[in-house]
């Protein structure tokens, strides 16, 4: 009989075992913490040093329920538990705090450190049968008097992350809002493929939603920080408006005179041609007030549908409903003896660490309630 089964060797389960090494860890994968490898470009940005307020501001989500998660353990307390565990924090731009060296494997390996016990396999199905949950995994049945869900949301399923946590969560009687990719690239149509490789700084709406920011143009559409964070505020088959840059009909036709569209403007010239056809290829002087207005448009108001990629995605927007969740022990306020960390809660945050600085806050409360019940 295991006292405390965690599901799930990602991010907020290896967290709660580097608390709690005595946790078995199920993990469906060859491998914990497959999503860690590669979060912030290999580096991982694994929590931001803004506070929990300024966080909790940038999710989406139960907003009360987000700010309780992140008061109980800050980005001070993230960072000061990596401390102990040998990792020195780097802070860059926006707040976003790296491992010194840049490694993300450092992160993963810190928190593999107590050695926690690993049982590899996929849970296919859970009951509880009075005190006792039963898991049954292809490897065989495994019986717990506690269990944590950290599987992740429905994102990046080749990490493992491919929404089979929603399963074990409905057998257990909980309700799972309609899980998107977030924090996910984004697909457009028409796209941009003829500038594939070209990164450019912009604008983008969707709805009510802005940011600013970098992206990189591909096949499909847009990656990059900016398309990242915009794609949390996506529903399917949304439209987006890109602002790639602002430049004046008047000033374009005049003092750039002979020159071609492309050569006049500020942006490589495959993305204007990508923008603009052949409209890219005309000389300023020549440009009728329409082609002026239309080259206006498709720079600074560019418009296509988009769908966020859930191949990429590393959040989800969606999960178990915080409502059914205590965030005072992450316990579950339907089932007792069952807990929740991490994205399989319907709770999202933008790129920069947030997500991580949620996760591992969540399975520290965790750790908390353990502890008070003798763990």
């Given at each position: 009989m295991i006292d405390t089964l965690i599901i799930g060797g990602g991010a907020a389960g290896l967290y709660l075992a580097s608390f709690h090494p005595r946790c078995v860890i199920l993990e469906r994968g060859d491998e914990c913490g497959?999503?860690?490898?590669?979060?912030?470009?290999?580096?991982?940005?694994?929590?931001?040093a803004a506070g929990p307020e300024e966080m909790a501001l940038l999710f989406n989500g139960n907003k009360a329920f987000i700010r309780k998660v992140l008061y109980a353990h800050t980005s001070k307390d993230i960072i000061a538990h990596f401390r102990t565990l040998g990792i020195t924090p780097v802070e860059e731009d926006r707040g976003r705090i790296f491992p010194k060296g840049g490694d993300a494997k450092a992160i993963r390996d810190?928190?593999?450190?107590?050695?926690?016990?690993?049982?590899?396999?996929?849970?296919?199905?859970?009951?509880?049968d009075g005190d006792v949950f039963i898991i049954e995994t292809g490897r065989g049945r495994i019986e717990a008097r506690r269990v944590v869900i950290a599987t992740g949301g429905d994102s990046f399923p080749q990490t493992g992350s491919d929404g089979s946590g929603y399963r074990l969560c409905r057998q257990l009687g909980h309700t799972i809002s309609q899980p998107y990719p977030a924090l996910a690239p984004i697909a457009l149509t028409p796209?941009?493929?003829a500038a594939e490789g070209v990164s450019a700084s912009v604008s983008i709406k969707a709805g009510k939603a802005r940011t600013e920011g970098?992206?990189?143009?591909?096949?499909?559409?847009?990656?990059?920080?900016?398309?990242?964070?915009?794609s949390r505020h996506l529903s399917p088959d949304d439209e987006i408006e890109i602002c790639f840059m602002r430049i004046s009909k008047e000033t374009l036709r005049m003092s750039s005179g002979g020159k071609t569209v492309k050569n006049a403007l500020a942006m490589p010239p495959r993305l204007s041609e990508a923008l603009l056809g052949s409209l890219a290829d005309k000389r300023c002087a020549s440009l009728s007030r329409q082609e002026l207005d239309r080259i206006e448009s498709q720079l600074s108001r560019f418009k296509a549908k988009a769908k966020a990629i859930r191949a990429g995605a590393m959040n989800t927007k969606g999960g178990v409903s915080a409502s059914e969740i205590d965030p005072r022990t992450m316990g579950s306020k339907l089932v007792e003896g069952l807990y929740f960390a991490g994205d399989i809660i319907d709770v999202d945050g933008p790129t920069g660490g947030y997500s991580l600085s949620f996760a591992f806050a969540s399975a520290y409360i965790i750790h908390k309630a353990l502890e008070s019940i003798c763990l």
């Open positions: 497959r999503k860690l490898l590669l979060t912030g470009g290999g580096r991982c940005n694994y929590t931001n810190a928190l593999l450190k107590g050695n926690p016990r690993i049982i590899h396999g996929k849970a296919e199905s859970i009951r509880k796209s941009l493929s970098d992206i990189i143009i591909t096949r499909l559409g847009i990656s990059g920080p900016a398309a990242l964070d915009i």
